[in-house]
């Protein structure tokens, strides 16, 4: 059974791995928290460091499998995801599952600025570390002035 949660609440930074299923709704907030610093050092091994070394990944169309692609399809992501910054909320939570909704902005080689919204479904190891994460992702245009991401604040996903 899954917990939807409407709610966002201020989050205290914890270690990732330190957070074990079952989940409850700090405890899956404060995962989705700790996914979201991670991911924003855009450090492709920092963040693998929170997955199983055979997680099992979908995003988007691709196929994604151990640490070593992971790593591989970070590094490729962020060489043309430019200035690339990420906001995730929690939207429900199960004993060893958390499902988030996210938003990221970037710009491009030629510097045109993106907006990527996407869901994300996660489904975690007794250890703590994420065995699988599916997503699902589209990307839109948006024009530099349309920003709505500030990368030095930690706010919640801006609503459309």
Request: one cysteine or more; a negative charge.
């Amino acid at each position: 059974m899954f917990n939807v949660c409407n709610a966002i609440q201020p989050l205290e930074r914890t270690h990732a791995v330190s957070l074990v299923p079952p989940f409850d709704a700090d405890t899956a907030r404060q995962k989705v928290q700790a996914a979201q610093d991670a991911w924003n050092t855009r450090d492709p091994h920092r963040v693998a460091r929170a997955y199983t070394p055979d997680s099992v990944w979908r995003n988007r169309s691709e196929f994604v499998r151990g640490t070593d692609e992971i790593v591989a399809f970070l590094t490729r992501k962020w060489e043309r995801e430019h200035e690339y910054v990420l906001r995730k909320s929690l939207w429900a939570f199960g004993d060893d599952r958390i499902a988030v909704r996210f938003q990221y902005e970037w710009h491009d080689d030629e510097g045109q600025w993106w907006r990527s919204y996407g869901n994300e479904n996660w489904e975690f190891a007794p250890s703590g570390l994420m065995a699988r994460r599916e997503a699902s992702i589209n990307d839109v245009r948006i024009a530099v002035a349309d920003r709505r991401i500030d990368p030095l604040s930690t706010y919640e996903i801006p609503t459309e």
